[in-house]
């Protein structure tokens, strides 16, 4: 009796009959996650979205962020590295968006880049792995799902509860579909001078240090210490204001910090290490934001 591979099946049939289209399977995640007003979140559907989002990515990091552009992203106007191609791209969509010319068209507004761990294994590891040491990380969790969140950015005029909310619950809708265990990945603090972050990268360091079985180290080469102050020479209020607002969002979800900061001369940041186990969230947020967005919550 014959085995039959149905993906092999599928492949063999369309290439016998080029005219045939075959229907891709719709998953879960398939069309709008979750909607506030004119805005929605969905994964791309495809490069056209993917390049929209190349292009905020640009906007909000190079022009506006004092990242150096390369002869390439600044011909083409997009922020673009090998990693797009197999990484999942969540976008937020603004519907009631307006053109020069006053016409309605809509836009992407805000976007999350997005990284299995099976898939970084087939396609030469994490983005974040340029920076930080993590295969003892994943070597600790060998039966864990990791996901990446990366590139994230938000259009700076939709930089609110709203847009913040549905990138959440995108995330946490992802989560859900691919049965993940942890999230982690690089968030940036804006300039490449880590002292001027020093009483922020202190109270993170202090207060927020990621257990041992999670922990993650910088490269020794990139590694800059993040303990520059004391615990009683920090200021907790003023370092917590003191932090960029997507920081703070993961600190409120419950996200633990790896040793050590990088200095990211390219996009002019310097960077930290985050890790989000989906078992230890804090539940308010995880049943808030896992639940369907309406229409009530635009106002």
Sequence with gaps: ????????????????????????KKSGLDGPLARLGSLEVRLAAGKKDV??????????????????????AA?????????????DHLIVVDHAARNRFGKIKPKVVGAYRLLRSDVAEKKGGFYSAGEYDIQPLLARHKDK???????????????????????????????????????????SLE?????????????????????????VSARRELHVPMAM???????????LNALPPLIKGYLRVGAKFGDGAVVDRKFN????????????????????????AEERHAA
């Design 1 to 24: 009796m014959w085995a039959i591979d149905a993906d092999a099946g599928r492949k063999i049939i369309a290439g016998a009959f080029p005219m045939f289209k075959i229907k891709k």
């Design 51 to 72: 390049r929209k989002a190349q292009r905020l990515r640009f906007k909000v990091f190079f022009r506006k962020g004092g990242a150096v552009a390369d002869a390439k």
């Design 75 to 87: 011909i083409t106007r997009r922020d673009a590295d090998r990693f797009d191609k197999f990484c």
């Design 145 to 187: 799902r990791f996901l990446e969140l990366g590139r994230s950015c938000v259009l700076e005029q939709y930089r609110g509860k709203r847009t913040i909310e549905l990138l959440w619950r995108g995330i946490l809708a992802y989560v859900r579909y691919h049965r993940i265990d942890a999230l982690i990945g690089c968030a």
């Design 191 to 215: 300039g490449a001078n880590p002292l001027a972050h020093a009483a922020a990268l202190s109270f993170l360091a202090h207060h927020a240090a990621a257990a041992e079985q999670w922990r």
């Design 229 to 239: 102050l004391a615990e009683e020479a920090v200021d907790a209020r003023k370092a």
């Design 269 to 292: 940041t310097t960077d930290v290490f985050v890790v989000m186990p989906v078992a230890e969230m804090d539940v308010r947020y995880l049943d808030y934001f896992g639940g369907v």
